[in-house]
């Protein structure tokens, strides 16, 4: 996890990701209706313990707004105590099917939905931080669905903000977003001064002081306390760990319990996965993360939050960008924040208390603009309509729904996409000068190869000498097979003279040796026989 060649880059995007976390995790926390202390012991977790164990090197964890209202119903059902031990049993299911190897679903995932996540996330970010640039921020942080919980939706919010303007916010937005893009200027981003102080950083400071120096002139430019940072603040180290809420081991046989734990299981488990492949297609070196690793990493971070009463946690794409924008090399930049987490919150919540969020919005536009860039549009229409449809289509249903839904619907695209394709599909057909005709299966025939191969043996004329070609296949799913079956069965009515060769199906290849009468007979009798016909082998393929 430490490399010594990478620490000032770790710890530069440590600081980053730190300043970007705190609010999100407070705001998780307030959108989930848990206490605000849940949300930042679920950001430490998934910063300190998660970078130890996980697969991701450049992955961050902790609370994910795509949980928010999964969590929320069940605390509102089961209690907040007796939630913790839902988020328990949500980590040891998680550590289980790491070693179960169910990482593996990672890579099922279209490349196309991938990056349509990636810009939908973008524009969902620029589109909910709008509010919090212009000094309006009702919902605070946290909320990426379309609908919110109090009624309102994105455009709506924006349109609240535009009659609510607050004349200082926007300030320090404007002067935040100038320095944020000057740092990236190849003039200026090469000097020693802007490697060695991160520009987020740089932005925070501002932000605290030109609100100083607002309150100071009391000129109405000063900014309200409820669009700056709101940490718990505890007067010592008692009052601090008595925030940490302890789980209701008296309910550990409740089956609601279990039942809620696994449901949350298999959506972080989920969230987290589309991330690992997110966050392997932002990173500059192309690395792939062991999923069925980090799936561990998730769940022995999800125990923990659970035993100190913190939220559940999973790689999020938000901070994991952050992290890779600000040029984190390995782990230890999660780690780092992680601690940053912990020490600050500790050490000094009322300075972290004067942050406006309207800083913390300028670097969450400045994210949310690299993840939705024009150019990534340009590219994925240029690949063609049957990259573009799924892509656009999930950057639409995440804006527009949630996280999940905007998946699901751009992964049912690209399935339909996939089923219209092997439709298309045309097996070697071979037509010969005496009438006949040749099939040739592909090495692989599967239930989506169904349609097609009905569609190309509904064009054999009757009366025609067929060659079902199978000597190249290697796998021969059922449906196919039942196809075949049935082709063969209705193929004497039609006096059509079937031959297969190959291995893959000798049931069918028995069929060609049996007299008219016979053959619908044996076509039953291999339906209802529990036993399975093997034929002579010299009859196959003859």
């Not at 810009?119 to 921020?137: E, M, N, S, T, V």
Request: glycine share 8%; proline share 5%; with cysteine.
């Amino acid at each position: 996890m430490f490399d010594r060649r990478f620490l000032a880059d770790d710890i530069r995007a440590g600081i980053v990701v730190f300043l970007v976390a705190l609010p999100l995790c407070l705001g998780i926390a307030l959108a989930s209706g848990a206490p605000l202390f849940s949300g930042l012991i679920a950001g430490i977790s998934g910063g300190i313990v998660v970078s130890i164990f996980g697969g991701s090197r450049l992955g961050v964890s902790g609370p994910a707004a795509g949980l928010a209202v999964i969590v929320a119903t069940g605390i509102e059902s089961l209690g907040f105590d007796t939630y913790l031990l839902v988020v328990i049993v949500c980590g040891v299911v998680q550590v289980v099917s790491g070693f179960l190897k169910a990482g593996v679903i990672a890579h099922y995932f279209p490349n196309s939905v991938i990056k349509g996540m990636l810009a939908g996330i973008g524009i969902i970010l620029i589109l909910k931080q709008i509010p919090h640039a212009l000094g309006y921020d009702s919902s605070f942080e946290g909320e990426l669905e379309f609908f919110q919980r109090d009624g309102a939706n994105t455009f709506s919010e924006i349109a609240n903000a535009l009659g609510a303007l607050s004349p200082g916010a926007i300030a320090v937005t404007v002067l935040s977003l100038a320095i944020l893009l000057a740092w990236q200027r190849p003039g200026i981003a090469n000097r020693r001064f802007t490697k060695a102080l991160p520009a987020p950083l740089i932005v925070v400071v501002l932000g605290i002081a030109l609100n100083l120096i607002f309150a100071a002139l009391a000129n109405g430019f000063a900014i309200s306390p409820n669009h700056l940072v709101a940490v718990p603040v505890s007067s010592s180290f008692d009052e601090l760990v008595s925030n940490l809420r302890k789980p209701d081991f008296s309910q550990i046989l409740n089956p609601k319990v279990y039942t809620t734990g696994l449901a949350l299981a298999l959506v972080a488990s989920i969230e987290t996965l589309l991330s690992v492949e997110a966050t392997d297609n932002l990173d500059p070196e192309k690395r792939v993360t062991s999923t069925n690793k980090e799936l561990k990493a998730q769940g022995a971070g999800n125990i923990v939050s659970g035993l100190l009463g913190g939220l559940p946690i999973t790689q999020v794409i938000i901070r994991s960008s952050a992290n890779i924008d600000s040029g984190a090399k390995t782990r230890f930049a999660a780690f780092a924040h992680g601690v940053l987490l912990l020490v600050c919150v500790a050490a000094i919540p009322t300075l972290l208390n004067q942050i406006p969020l309207a800083s913390l919005a300028a670097i969450l536009l400045v994210i949310g603009y690299r993840l939705a860039r024009v150019s990534l549009f340009k590219q994925m229409w240029r690949e063609g309509l049957w990259q573009f449809l799924p892509f656009i289509t999930t950057v639409v249903g995440l804006v527009l729904t949630d996280l999940l839904t905007g998946i699901m619907l751009g992964m049912a695209v690209a399935f339909f996409e996939i089923l219209i394709y092997n439709y298309q599909i045309n097996f070697y057909r071979e037509e010969h000068e005496d009438g006949s005709m040749t099939i040739r299966l592909t090495e692989h025939m599967t239930f989506l190869n169904k349609a097609a191969l009905k569609r190309i043996l509904r064009e054999v004329p009757k009366e025609c000498r067929l060659t079902i070609d199978m000597t190249k296949t290697r796998i021969l799913d059922h449906d196919v097979h039942e196809v075949i079956r049935d082709f063969a069965t209705h193929a004497v009515a039609d006096g059509i003279e079937l031959r297969i060769e190959g291995e893959a199906g000798p049931k069918v290849a028995l069929m060609k040796t049996l007299p008219p009468e016979e053959t619908a007979d044996f076509a039953s009798r291999d339906e209802s026989s529990n036993e399975p016909s093997e034929p002579p082998r010299a009859q196959t393929g003859t």
